[in-house]
């Protein structure tokens, strides 16, 4: 069956392609105000089923959701310096409501630090409230002077959560357990993108913090993109809101806190990490559509078969879609869900029915060959999670592949600028050499210890920068 | 055990014992901007329960949930006239982006049906991308002059659906069936609010719908809420967009279309409907947490028990949760989950655990006896069950004792401001009526059948208007 190229090959233009799969895989459009996005149906179903993996993952490490507004006086936003500065170029500002101008002008959270600081200091008063554990999924507003769907948008969706602890330790402990039990989980073992976990340069550090961690993945250009982060916040936000509480010993303490997130752009990593010149490729234990099952033509006895399949392949747990448009020609559909990255198809024509097999395509390795129809309840549970181990190690090889060791600013810059990533000790770069590197638009991603672990500090021994560009 | 009286009497003064209750039970706080709500963990798990039991028959229904922008540039609102009329004086605007002043201003959606039937115009080409179902789960912004949380809120959370068909008749019966398989399904066998369904008069329509079916439910004060609604809107936002199918036989048509919505408003609905003096009453099916088993005192014994048994009634698919903070008095924490409304608290002493029993009380029914522990996991399910359906009855029997059949609009305004319902015929009412009763407040909440089942149309014979003060 040959195919029409309907997308721009990755090595002729790689942000081309990424526009055509995301518009030919039907997952966004852009939106009528600059910089928005409208996320259609499967790109959201790519978004809820994240959602999901990480809602729960959250609520394990004990957070609970809730809700705070999305607009935030004007005067909030000035009470803590740093994270201020950081923002304020970003803002969106409602001037008007109701047909009058308002009082106060109010901004359209760029994220709630101000407005949930602002409860947490009236909701905790004794040690008895802490830890005090919130998260919230929402939309937040920067405006984004050069936006791309799904990286950089004016409007996203996320979740922020936002916690108070008694003491230092346990803040910190618990940035990291976000860090590692949700993000890094659901990263590695749903999403299959082999991040690197890390934590920021001071000068990479979120507006406020004092450490960031974060996930950086690798995309198929060599670049790197921020998966997510988990901030400690020491107790800049307590001191700016007074938030303290009655300790056992009958003291009043300032708290310590943290605020971590997520959101969208994980979207625009899944298909940079994934997708190929054919489309996106879907992990198997993300795909909202595991196993799609084609009619190839429309002939009774195969409707009926395929509608069959697909409720037995229902009833073995697998998120199976039936395709019975037969209105719609074969080859188009196969395109179409090719592009889409749904793992595996099973086409099932009148030829096929009487010989009682099915074309097994799978997306992920390619390839189709034809097995027993009866099989396939059993045997796709396999396949899949072959198909996942297969993503990660992928990306685990692309990663390596194009990581060099080095010892020079200019190596890395080298490194950086053919699309790769270099490891150069910290010691050597320094805040004047991350400065030297950005002139040529490459950055510091994070820093690793040499065994690959999290460094304590920004100046333990031996603590190696991992430097790139990134989208 | 002498309970302090924490919450202003139902019955000396409804709205104060609203905003009690939501205050102490900790379900949410008056966000800063005039008319925002913050909604607390335990306000927003009501939610996010609601949420999850509607997009499941949503999704059953056969749409799929979409994420559209919150900014529409202004230039969008006129499009369809009715509609902007509707929401004009509502509206948010944002008038500055980025530091800089924008071009053209954004405003923040009241309600999708502009953006999205921007998108419906693009997307919609042939018969065969119909129908389109979409939903999307969002905040939305009206601004609101005199704001009550849950029930008349500055910013909101809802889901909007936005259907497109290829005939009257389809659109018409998928904005019944959502109505009635979505809505009523939901609010009659999970929130357990017997609300009545109806059609709305042509002046409480809907800005830009032909017809409106609305939920109503009757509050603990004999007003009426209107819980959620489904639009028939006709050719209008067709016209306005110029949303056209390609049909079978290759002429270009119009299509037709619904939205429909439900708000966080139900939360407040669902406080009025079920609350009493002690606070919330929580419907089983609902409830996010519906037994919490208590330690009375700090005995290791004791908690090892509790744990045990909350692990057991969470083995048998019980929402159960664990209160072993035994340094907050016990009396204190009992009247805590009783306000919140918890359906089933599980009391555990020493003296009880002596005796392989536990204390259970019912927050529905009231009440409180003696049970076997080991008995508990069997026997929960029931009772739950039984609180569920109670409940509903207490619900149905409200709305029947307080509704009264009359012949005369005097009539029905005695009713209304007593604090009840009044039946009315439609012919004897009509929109001269209806404005009439708007004198004192009181509105035609819905039209119904004889029957009580939807009419058909605003002038079907026999038809009955439902007659009430309203939040």
């Known amino acids: 069956m040959a ?58 490490a004990g957070a609970r959701n809730a809700y705070f507004p999305l607009f935030i006086p004007q005067s909030y936003m000035v009470k803590e310096a740093e994270h201020v500065e950081g923002f304020a170029p970003e803002l969106a500002v409602v001037t008007h409501g109701g047909g ?17 600081n602002d409860y947490f200091a009236k909701w905790v008063q004794s040690y008895r409230d802490l830890p005090l554990l919130i998260n919230q999924w929402a939309n937040v507003v920067r405006w984004e002077m050069r936006p791309r769907v799904f990286l950089r948008t004016t409007e996203f969706l996320w979740q922020e959560g936002h916690t108070a602890h008694a003491t230092y330790e346990d803040a910190r402990d618990y940035a990291a357990r976000i860090h590692r039990e949700v993000y890094a989980d659901f990263m590695v073992n749903v999403l299959a993108v082999d991040v690197v976990l890390g934590r920021k340069s001071p000068a990479e550090r979120f507006a406020g913090a004092i450490n960031t961690l974060t996930l950086e993945g690798m995309m198929r250009d060599g670049k790197a993109l921020q998966m997510g982060t988990s901030h400690e916040l020491g107790q800049n936000f307590a001191r700016a809101f007074d938030t303290r509480y009655l ?78 448009r037969t209105d719609t020609p074969f080859g188009r559909r196969a395109v179409d869900w090719e592009l889409k990255g749904v793992p595996v198809r099973v086409e099932i024509g009148p030829r096929d029915l009487a010989e009682g097999t099915a074309m097994l395509a799978r997306r992920i ?78 950055s510091v991603r994070c820093l690793v210890a040499e065994d690959g672990s999290v460094p304590e500090s920004d100046d333990a021994p031996g603590t190696l920068a991992i430097v790139g560009r990134s989208y």
């Open 247 to 324: 300790s056992k010993e009958g003291s009043r303490e300032l708290v310590w806190q943290t605020s971590w997130g997520s959101s969208t752009r994980m979207v625009g990593g899944l298909i940079m990490t994934h997708g190929d010149d054919n489309g996106l490729r879907v992990p198997p234990r993300l795909a909202p559509v595991q196993a799609v099952v084609l009619a190839v033509k429309d002939d009774e006895a195969v409707l009926a078969k395929v509608r069959e399949l697909g409720a037995a392949l229902g009833a073995a747990g697998i998120r199976a879609e039936v395709d019975d």
């Open 100 to 116: 009058k101008q308002l009082e106060e002008p109010a901004v359209v959270r760029p994220t709630s630090e101000m407005i949930i």
């Open 365 to 442: 390795p390619g390839g189709k060959e034809p097995v027993s129809i009866e099989q396939l309840p059993k045997l796709l549970p396999t396949v899949l999670e072959e198909d996942q181990a297969l993503l990660l190690r992928q990306s685990r090889e692309l990663r390596e592949g194009r990581t060099r060791d080095v010892q020079t600013i200019e190596e890395a810059v080298e490194v950086a600028t053919r699309g790769g990533w270099a490891r150069i000790p910290w010691a050597e770069l320094g805040a004047e050499g991350e400065q030297r590197l950005a002139k040529d638009a490459v």
């Open 3 to 60: 195919k029409a190229p309907v997308l721009t090959p990755q090595a002729e233009d790689f942000p081309r392609w990424y526009q055509d799969v995301i518009s030919k895989a039907e997952l966004a459009d852009n939106g009528p105000v600059r910089g928005t996005m409208v996320i259609r149906p499967y790109g959201y179903g790519l978004w809820e089923r994240m959602q999901s993996e990480i809602d729960a993952r959250i609520k394990a």
